[in-house]
């Protein structure tokens, strides 16, 4: 059945072949036989031809339960009435039972089984001789909509045979008062009409096709399906007519000849789709936005179709939004994407010369690219055609890779104006696309279709056409320093990342282009590549970075490398995510934190250390250990080994002793990192202040939570030391915190004015210092008092054991618990007042 025979049938053509078996034949019988039909397909292959053989029996097929899915793939919808329409239209006789459909006259079809019965009752037929598939009635609109969804699924890789039967079917569904073209097929044969070329089933579809569009006036659609059938003949008549040959003319030949010349085609139009193997980007452009609007009419029926029959229709809700993934991601047009312009339009759009010219080139002020073909001379460019115009270098030859234009054994030409691009940088970006996408691009299958759209896979262009270092160049300073990171590059610590290219693959199988060139690049795709993980952390995309060699490039492409899969990584490590955590990158002079807020990345951008480490000082909600890049704060091994060793639920002390001062950072129960530096003329004291400030604080805490499980069991004390040459934190147990301190104790309990703003009353010992009492002076009053206790002129700083601070800390909230890092930063800020006061006594 199909197209062997007809007008239709071509060198590419497959062949369908049903091998029916008897109803009572057994199971063992059925799989030998379906053995059989699986080497005679291997056989067939050997050949070069595809031949699909199915086994089962009429019983099944009038049940509606064939054993095997006769329409060669698997739509999941029904389509048994129509299929049985082009077998009895298309069917050659091999061998074996005649159909029993032939005897049955046409204006009899509606009463076929009293027909049948007469036959077989009175004998005029032996039961040995026929075979029964059933009748074509009035075909049910569920089919229409199966088979509807099937051809337009087919028909947007390969599109010019679904045309034709996708138009079939909607013209059956808006005609259901004509037969159906089995019917007139037949009824053709019973009249007496026996000429092959009136009974071609091509030739019949063609013709019921061209009635029902003339009818309405649809023009447009009617040269379309005109071009589709031509194509679909795979008879080029310009070709054939020119060879010379002697004799008859092949009756293939002659029969589209005669359809063509009542069509009133040109010769040139003949000949342009002869030539589809020259047809260029331009040419397939036009087409493909016919096809894509015949493609696109035909869905929207089909949606009306499945809303209108919904109780009825035989095919699913979930086929209807597979179809429409289908088409959304083969031509919908959207931000980035990579338009694919040839779906199985024409064979190749491979081209032998390229050229790629800078716009600045033609002399005009635009930063854009333009490409032309077999263009050696710019000078030409005026006299020459512009195949298409992009704003940067890197979508142009995405665009053109995606699409077959550009090959390797393409001959390429470039003009980058004032730029550097070269044409090695194109033939490496070429091989960079190709290890990342195969061409020609495979279209997505069902299991993928069926679920939501995720990246695969990412390849990064960096500085594609750019020189990172063109400003140094120019001076002949390449390199100040022994920093080799390259996002923070020699003295001058320079970002040399300057532009991104970002070309995604998605399991939809779209292929997208992001261009970022301004502000923080780097950061920018970083959190995008994050949001785009986040949707589904179990299947992380792949990360492919290229750069090229001039200017550092394969040492940038390194270090972005490392950079995306240590993020990566952290955040989702497991398979699961994202983690909570801060994520601290140094870059071009200045530190960029990032982190998640749900499911949303985003990041925060530091001018200096100073506000990096006020950052990280700030209250959190949940626990967020700090991670800091490979490359970050290298200066300061200590501090990274301290955030390394941080752990939740508890408040841990780290110091480092350098001479007479400390360096201290104090890491709280939800990841907060609190550091100062201070004196340190006692090892045994210096300490003991900040330790009993915290043990104060903790008892309070468990004071008022002495219902609940306590989290924080007290303070762990570490002290940073160089250990095989490896900075590392050592536990230090022993100092006492319960032991005497010089000087006085002081306290300070914070009021809350209602204005935002926290003012403290203070204690030394048993005397009381209230903002009541002392408004403005209360610092300098608690100072004097102080300098007055004390009996030497020696200076040491005054330290407070305990600060309270009031739930209504924030007025629009009522903090609960509230965090160590608060006290701490309130502590700070009082003994700094304090000591500074004091300071101006001397």
């Known amino acids: ?70 329409s060669g793939e698997n739509c999941g919808s029904a389509q048994h009435y129509l299929l049985l329409d082009e077998f009895y239209r298309t069917g050659i006789h091999l061998g074996g039972c005649y159909p029993l459909w032939w005897l049955i006259p046409s204006d009899q079809e509606d009463r076929y089984r009293e027909c049948v019965s007469r036959l077989v009752d009175y004998r005029f037929i032996r039961d040995d001789e026929y075979i029964d598939f059933g009748a074509v009635p009035a075909i049910p609109p569920s089919e229409f909509l199966g088979a509807g969804v099937w051809q337009l699924y087919k028909g947007i890789d390969a599109p010019w045979k679904s045309i034709l039967k996708l138009l079939l079917t909607e013209c059956y569904a808006q005609t259901q008062d004509q037969p159906v073209l089995s019917r007139v097929f037949k009824q053709t044969v019973f009249s007496g009409v026996t000429n092959v070329d009136v009974l071609d089933p091509y030739v019949m579809l063609y013709q019921r096709l061209e009635q029902w569009l003339k009818a309405a006036g649809a023009e447009a659609r009617l040269d379309l399906v005109r071009r589709s059938f031509y194509i679909k003949a795979g008879l080029p ?122 716009q600045s080139e033609q002399g005009g002020a635009g930063s854009g690219w333009l490409l032309y073909r077999d263009l050696e001379d710019p000078s030409d460019a005026f006299w020459q055609p512009v195949i298409r115009r992009s704003g940067n270098l890197a979508e142009l030859v995405a665009w053109c890779y995606c699409n077959g234009l550009l090959t390797r054994s393409t001959r390429l030409n470039v003009r980058a104006g004032q730029g550097v691009a070269s044409i090695s940088e194109l033939r490496e970006m070429l091989d960079a696309l190709s290890g990342f996408v195969s061409f020609p691009l495979v279209p997505a299958g069902r299991d993928a279709l069926a679920r939501g759209v995720r990246p695969l896979r990412n390849l990064l262009l960096i500085n594609v056409g750019i020189d990172p270092q063109s400003h140094l160049t120019e001076r002949g300073l390449h390199k100040l320093s022994a920093r080799h990171d390259s996002l923070g590059f020699s003295g001058g610590r320079e970002n040399l990342v300057v532009t991104i290219d970002q070309i995604t693959l998605n399991s939809w199988h779209e292929v997208s282009l992001q261009h970022y060139a301004s502000g923080d690049t780097l950061v920018q795709c970083l959190k995008n590549v994050l949001a785009s993980v986040a949707l589904d952390p179990r299947a992380v995309p792949g990360i492919k970075v290229h750069s090229h060699k001039r200017g550092h490039g394969s040492a940038i492409a390194r270090r972005v490398q490392e950079l995306f899969a240590d993020v990566l990584r952290q955040f989702f ?92 950072w104090v890491i709280d129960e939800r990841g907060s990192l609190f550091s100062w530096e201070q004196p340190a003329t006692s090892r045994r004291y210096f300490l003991i202040p900040l330790l009993r400030f915290l043990e104060n ?89 102080i300098r007055s206790l004390r009996h030497s002129r020696e200076q040491y700083p005054v330290y407070l054991t305990d600060v309270h601070l009031p739930h209504d800390l924030d007025p629009r909230v009522y903090q609960q618990d509230i965090q160590t890092s608060q006290y701490l930063y309130y502590r700070a800020a009082l003994e700094e007042s304090l000591n500074r006061e004091l300071e101006a006594f001397r």
């Open 237 to 358: 008549l310009t070709r054939i007519g020119a060879s010379g040959e002697q004799g008859a003319e092949p009756w293939r030949t002659r029969l589209l000849r005669e359809l063509v010349d009542g069509w009133g085609w040109r010769e040139n139009q003949i000949q342009a789709l002869d030539n589809r193997q020259l047809w260029r980007a331009e040419d397939v452009s036009s087409l493909r936005r016919a096809v894509v609007s015949e493609l696109t009419h035909s869905y929207r029926l089909l949606s009306k179709m499945a809303r209108d029959h919904g109780e009825q229709s035989a095919i699913s809700i979930s086929d209807i939004s597979l179809l429409g993934r289908k088409l959304y991601a083969a031509f919908q047009r959207k931000a980035g994407k990579i338009e694919q312009i040839n779906p199985g339009l024409a064979p190749s759009l491979a081209e032998e010369n390229l050229a790629f010219h800078h």
């Open 573 to 664: 490590a497991g398979g699961t995510g994202p983690h909570p955590l801060r994520y601290v990158i140094e870059m071009d002079r200045r530190y960029f934190l990032l982190e998640f807020t749900g499911p949303e990345p985003g990041f925060i951008a530091l001018e200096s250390r100073n506000a990096l480490m006020e950052c990280l000082a700030q209250p959190r909600d949940l626990y967020l250990p700090v991670i800091f890049d490979r490359h970050a704060l290298l200066e300061e091994p200590a501090l990274r080994a301290a955030c390394q060793a941080s752990e939740p639920d508890s408040i841990q002390v780290f110091y480092f002793l350098r001479g007479e001062r400390a360096q201290i």
């Open 697 to 785: 604080l903790i008892e309070r805490r468990t004071l008022r939570n002495s219902e609940m499980p306590v989290a924080l069991a007290g303070v762990r004390c570490y002290e940073m030391l160089v250990i095989d040459g490896l900075w590392r934190p050592e536990y230090r147990p022993h100092v006492d915190s319960g032991a005497a301190i010089p000087g006085l104790e002081v306290q300070a309990v914070g009021v809350q004015e209602g204005d935002s703003r926290v003012r403290f009353d203070l204690y030394c010992d048993e005397q009381e210092f209230t903002v009541l009492q002392y408004g403005d002076q209360l610092i300098p009053a608690v100072a004097h008092y």
């Open 1 to 70: 059945m199909g197209s062997p025979g007809t007008l239709g049938h071509s060198v590419a053509s497959d062949l369908d072949v049903w091998l029916c078996h008897r109803d009572d034949l057994q199971e063992a019988g059925i799989r030998c036989l379906e053995r059989k039909a699986g080497k005679l397909t291997e056989w067939a292959l050997s050949f070069g031809i595809e031949l699909h053989v199915f086994v089962f029996s009429a019983a099944e097929w009038r049940d509606g339960r064939p054993r095997a899915e006769v």
